[in-house]
Nanobody, 127 residues
Framework: QVQLVESGGGLVQAGGSLRLSCAAS????????MGWFRQAPGKEQEDFVAAISWSGGSTYYADFVKGRSTIFRDNAKNTLYPQMNSLKPDDTAVYYCAAKGRFQGGIYDDSLSYAYWGQGTQVTVSS
């Protein structure tokens, strides 16, 4: 299994940028597809934000962040780097990175497909 530790959240003004890191340990990072999700205040369900394949060769973005979000990984450093700019107040949420094994199956934008999750980091966007 793999453990994920996130950092980089906090209070950001509207129009600012979010640059998170998600450090992995415990298993070979390059064998995992990685996802980025968020949970808005009052919601029970995590929303898909972005994902990247185990090799970094494929990326996927939710429609609401397309064009202002980037996700990449440095497998040599065992770290995922989700980023988003032009933040809006409705981007306020707890953001999570998550991992699923290459051969685990599932759907890249489905939170239930990911077995391992970071602790989450609060991002608050002020107007």
């Amino acid at each position: 299994q793999v453990q994920l530790v996130e950092s980089g959240g906090g209070l950001v003004q509207a129009g600012g940028s979010l640059r998170l890191s998600c450090a992995a340990s415990g298993d070979t990072f390059s064998t995992y597809d990685m996802g980025w999700f968020r949970q808005a205040p009052g919601k029970e369900q995590e929303d898909f934000v972005a994902a990247i394949s185990w090799s970094g060769g494929s990326t996927y973005y939710a429609d609401f962040v397309k064009g202002r979000s980037t996700i990449f990984r440095d497998n040599a450093k065992n770290t995922l780097y989700p980023q988003m700019n032009s933040l809006k107040p409705d981007d306020t949420a707890v953001y999570y990175c998550a991992a699923k094994g290459r051969f685990q199956g599932g759907i890249y934008d489905d939170s239930l497909s990911y077995a391992y999750w970071g602790q989450g980091t609060q991002v608050t966007v002020s107007s």
